[in-house]
């Protein structure tokens, strides 16, 4: 990933340590490119396939920011991709996949299935599936966030990670056990996307049976990945839920205080710490601001939120 990923910034205000009392450093993944971490995790799996894969190119699903990741990558490397992206999928996300020259196929969230598109596809064009988390070269890319982290010259005593599929958080909980493993690996999710959190109280993969619509796009996952899952279910301390309104909070914040824009998926680590759900005794947090590709409407409703 060297010379490709850029090493995003490890932020820091004080008015947010008043606030969620603890100094708190936000990993600024949304300045990343395409505006989200999951250009790491794409450009690490797409490098590894040979010039045979390369030749017949590559299918993903996304409701934006892999999506993007993906196009980005396969536009570095010369490779064809085909992106499988819901209706409502925000447009900002829609525009800046055909900027890298990637080809669009809809489908109806609610009545088809994205992955069963995907992989006809990659049979009729023997294409290969590029997943969103589960898969190693996609874990290990995202890590480099998490080496980034242990790496800046600072003690953290834990770390937040917004959390859909987990292939972040899975990235950064085994870079964080092999460089720093006394920090404490905390996940967050929004409240009706909360798979992670009821999977870890119930000690094995739960899947939602309701998927309400959600501002949190980025990470509206019914069900932990079954590659992430183990790697995280053995080391989170906890998973915190956060609504749609206090996500809107924290992109306020990170609005005012860090001069960031970041999307309501990207914040919802940041309303977490904010909204006082971690405990007291951790006094030096990093928390990841996952990605910034939000909606004008949706940024300004950010800004008229009650702090």
């Known amino acids: 990933m060297e010379g490709h990923a850029l090493r995003t910034p490890l932020l820091h205000n004080p008015a947010l340590d008043d606030i969620a009392g603890a100094e708190v450093h ?48 396969a536009k570095e490397l010369g490779i064809n991709a085909v992106i499988v992206m819901p209706t409502d999928a925000p447009q900002v996300k829609v525009q800046g996949v055909l900027a890298d020259g990637a080809q669009i196929v809809s489908y109806d969230r609610a009545t088809e299935s994205r992955e069963g598109i995907a992989a006809d596809i990659a049979v009729r064009d023997g294409r290969t599936v590029v997943p969103s988390y589960d898969d190693p070269y996609i874990i290990a890319g995202q890590g480099t966030v998490g080496l980034e982290i242990a790496r800046s010259g600072l003690d953290f005593d834990a770390v937040v990670v917004c959390m859909g599929g987990g292939g972040l958080c899975a990235g950064i909980t085994l870079a964080m056990a092999e460089e ?50 183990p790697i995280n279910s053995a080391h989170l301390q906890d998973v915190f839920a956060v609504t749609d309104a206090q996500c809107l909070r924290a992109m306020r914040l990170a609005h005012e205080h860090l001069g960031l824009t970041v999307e309501p998926g990207g ?41």
């Open 267 to 307: 914040a919802v680590a940041m309303a977490a710490v904010m909204e006082g759900k971690l405990p007291r005794n951790y006094r030096r947090i990093a928390v990841t601001l996952s990605g910034g590709n939000v909606d004008p409407a949706v940024m300004a409703r950010a800004l008229q939120a009650a702090i």
């Open 26 to 73: 936000f990993k600024a993944e949304c300045l990343q490119h395409v505006g989200a971490f999951k250009y790491r995790g794409a450009r690490n799996r797409l490098a590894a396939m040979d010039e045979a894969e390369r030749a017949r190119g590559v299918v993903a699903f996304s409701s934006g920011n892999h999506a993007q990741g993906v196009a980005r990558a």
């Open 180 to 229: 720093s493993p006394a920090t404490h690996i905390f996940g967050a999710e929004p409240e009706d996307y909360d798979d992670h959190r009821q999977s870890l109280r119930a000690g094995e993969r739960v899947a939602l049976t309701s998927t309400p619509p959600s501002l949190c796009d980025a990470v509206m996952t019914p069900m932990p990945g079954e590659l992430t899952w």
